[in-house]
């Protein structure tokens, strides 16, 4: 059963980075794509990101592209959010989803979610 656990959150100022981590285990994990979603106060969960299984292709949210940037070490079962140049409105719970299907990880279609990373972006 595939298992994710998300680390490396925090409290931040505006323009701070902060490097995000996400571990899977019970899987074959280089054959999973793997993404990120947020979810702030008050708001529905979205799609910040998503990794193909070998790194070869990459999708960002239109609100952190160029900002963000999402990395995989398949040798260590981990996927990464850089995240740079950090705003309040970055302020939310980042959950990571895994999938074989990239389409599927995009859509957020996963039947496990882990239990997320707490980012705090003050002004």
């Known amino acids: 059963q595939v298992q994710l656990a998300e680390s490396g959150g925090g409290r931040l100022q505006a323009g701070d980075s902060l490097r995000l981590s996400c571990t899977a285990s019970?899987?074959?994990?280089?054959?999973?794509?793997v993404g990120w979603f947020r979810q702030a106060p008050g708001k529905e969960r979205e799609f910040v990101s998503v990794i193909s299984w070998n790194g070869g292709l990459e999708e960002y949210a239109d609100s952190v592209k160029g900002r963000f940037t999402i990395s995989r070490d398949n040798s260590k079962n981990t996927v990464y959010l850089q995240m740079d140049s950090l705003i309040p409105e970055d302020t939310a719970v980042y959950y990571c989803v895994a999938d074989p299907n990239i389409a599927v990880v995009h859509a957020g279609q996963v039947e496990v979610w882990g239990r997320g990373t707490l980012v705090t972006v003050s002004s």
């Open positions: 019970g899987i074959t994990f280089s054959r999973y794509c």
